[in-house]
């Protein structure tokens, strides 16, 4: 029962924390040793402002959401061998790392690999100066860092947490996890206000899975059920204004009313478009999509209770990627501003984690919204002219002497391209680093994309980048509120629904980022030209990779995609590469 109880971009500006220490010789690593999207982060202050620097797993294993032993990201770090002193934190979510370490070692010989490896002390069991990290602290630090106020609330809620007699700061029963957490951030000092648990057990007639009483873990249940993937809610979201909700008291009442013999057992695209429990699935994720919203609501409501002064709200956790409960609440204006970050899932563990020892030693500041950004991905990430030339040396190459006009040409003239640029988006969204671009006035493009480009289904809606100052003239917001992260899913007005219906949804809403030049100049340059060539001063961006696959980091990755990719254009770095 639940109970409470100078990162390397061009026209970017990085030096945003401050008051840093700068002799301090320290890196602070944090280790996401998590189910899903497992992470290595460093943090690693400089003369400049701090190195922030995410690498995730499944980038480098090409593996979507890849919840392995994070050994190859911290390969790719380049730190096992660096001359620094490291401070290691770590989390795993339902289990402790420890836990999980000596389950790995049962199955084989995990510690004599490690040790091996010269990775030992990246092992909480084999190097007890590793500092844990409760997971919804974790993703709170996240939360911190990012923050564009001075104070807010912060709402923690994903699909399980840690366990309660791991959690320092509030225990709770052994056999439960955190269900919800909310902090209060002022001035930089976080602290628990309150939590609430979930407990697990394995419903009957379910092929064992295991039923809470939380709403995470409800939307991914249901997740599995329509799309045979927990790693589906976002799918989940879009389907559901497809369907008729029915009403549910609460997330045990909605997954005891499943029948799993209607469940979708497929893998293919094509088999669950031609399932005949259709309009079963449209309706079940209507319905959980409704009782999440109500949820959230109360939510809201619950903490503007325990903290009334308080006009910002944070949401972090998985459940935070709910761009349309995002945008319903912040239209009941409970709170007056609502903030999501750009990387709220597992993904920001590992960053969490790595804060949780840079916060002892650094002082905090608040991350302005002119200068938000979620670029975080390995420095080498970045496309050189001479990694270009080398992976593109088979195909027609230009180097371009004014790159925002050749892509502009070919936005303009109703091209679909690719474009890779900078350091990677270390969050799920493409923000215009990684991304497929296209006029959002281009006729047929979706179902152009879905069948050449992304291969995604067909009731899947596709976003877009608009510069700031001119979203509210399209959609239905709130003059100049900022959107850098696609957390919001607003209405389209209706003078522009036809002009923008390749990037609105059924229900007509898109989801939109917004951008500014403090947050990426290079992007915004782009769409401000388009902008100035059609009239209509935003593109569809999409993310850069195909479905089932993780978005693009390096230059080799950008060569084996360009490779089968239908797409005839690849605007990276300097260059323009065409088929």
Known sequence: MTHTSNLGLIGLNYDRLGHMDNSNPKVYLGLGKVLFNSSVCSIEPNAAGPDVEIFLTERITRVKADGSWPEQALLRSGLIDADKELVISDNRDVKTPHERE????????????????????????????????????????????????????????????????????????????????????????????????????????????????????????????????????????????????????????????????????????????????????????????????????????????????????????????????????????????????????????????????????????????????????????????IKVEKEFKNYKLKKSENIIKDTADLLEAGETIAWFQGRSESGPRALGNRSILSRVDRPGLKKYLNSEVKFRESFRPYGCSVVEEKAKEYFEIIPNYPNPFMSFAVPVKNEFKEKFLEVCHVDGTSRIQTVTVGQNQLFYNLIDEVGRRTGLFAVLNTSLNIMGEPILESVEDAKNFFDKSNLKYLVIGAYVVEK
């Open 102 to 385: 000596e389950e790995l070692d049962k199955v084989i010989p995990f510690f004599n690999y490690l040790k091996k490896k010269n990775l030992d002390q990246f092992s909480s069991v084999l190097n007890p100066k590793i500092k844990f990290v409760s997971h919804h602290l974790a993703h709170a630090n996240v939360a911190k860092f990012m923050c564009p106020f001075d104070n807010a609330a912060i709402l923690v809620i994903d699909g399980a947490g840690s366990e309660g007699h791991v959690v320092e700061e509030n225990k709770g029963n052994e056999k439960e996890h955190e269900e919800s957490s909310v902090y209060f951030l002022d001035k930089g000092e976080l602290n628990l206000v309150e939590k609430t648990w979930q407990s697990f057990s394995m419903a009957k007639n379910t092929n064992d899975r295991w039923y809470s009483e939380g709403i995470g873990t409800c939307y991914e249940l249901i997740a599995e059920f329509i799309f045979n993937s927990k790693r589906a809610a976002g799918k989940v979201m879009g389907l559901a204004a497809f369907g008729k909700a029915s009403e549910f008291e609460s997330p045990l009442e909605l997954l005891n009313s499943l029948n799993w013999e209607k469940a979708f057992k497929g893998n293919s695209k094509s088999d669950w478009e031609s399932s005949p429990n259709m309009k079963i699935y449209e309706d079940l994720a209507a319905s959980v999509q409704l009782l999440f919203e109500r949820y959230l609501e109360d939510k809201a409501k619950r903490i503007k209770e325990l903290l009334p002064k308080i006009e910002n709200l944070i949401i972090i956790g998985g459940c935070a990627l709910n761009c349309v409960s995002n945008e319903k609440l912040l239209q009941k204006q409970i709170f007056k501003n609502i903030y999501v970050p750009p990387n709220p899932g597992d993904e920001g563990i590992g960053l969490g984690c790595a804060l949780a020892s840079y916060y002892e030693e650094n002082t905090w500041t608040a991350f302005e919204y002119k200068n938000q950004h979620g670029y975080f991905g390995p420095m080498t990430s970045v496309p050189t002219n």
